[in-house]
């Protein structure tokens, strides 16, 4: 099965900016979607943003339409979170998660701290 490797989440001020990246390894075919999700602490985990994997079709939280945007690099096998105008409601820990073969498969997610 595929594995996923977070990285880009930092400490950052409101209004800023970070890109998050999701590398995939390992088996990648079967994929059919990749999803985008936080977690803050003492809070319910939410999708953020969703991707078809193939069709490139998008899916996005309400919160975070047009200031969030997700794309990838297929050659590369990565998965990209543009993140605009941050706000500190924002912080969580952000994980990518695939779909494959009915499954979902996470990776150990990378933190982001967005202060006011």
């Known amino acids: 099965q595929v594995q996923l490797v977070e990285s880009g989440g930092r400490a950052v001020q409101a209004g800023g900016s970070l890109r998050l990246s999701c590398d995939a390894s390992?088996?990648?075919?079967?994929?059919?979607?990749m999803d985008w999700l936080r977690q803050a602490p003492g809070k319910e985990r939410e999708s953020v943003a969703s991707?078809?994997?193939?069709?490139?079709?998008?899916h996005y939280r309400a919160s975070v339409g047009g200031r969030f945007t997700v794309s990838k690099d297929s050659g590369r096998n990565r998965l990209y979170l543009q993140m605009n105008s941050l706000k500190p409601e924002d912080t969580a820990t952000y994980y990518c998660?695939?779909?494959?073969?009915?499954?979902?498969?996470w990776g150990q997610g990378t933190q982001v701290t967005v202060s006011s």
């Open positions: 991707m078809s994997w193939t069709g490139g079709m998008t």
């Open positions: 390992g088996r990648t075919d079967n994929i059919y979607t």
């Open positions: 998660v695939a779909r494959q073969d009915g499954k979902y498969i």
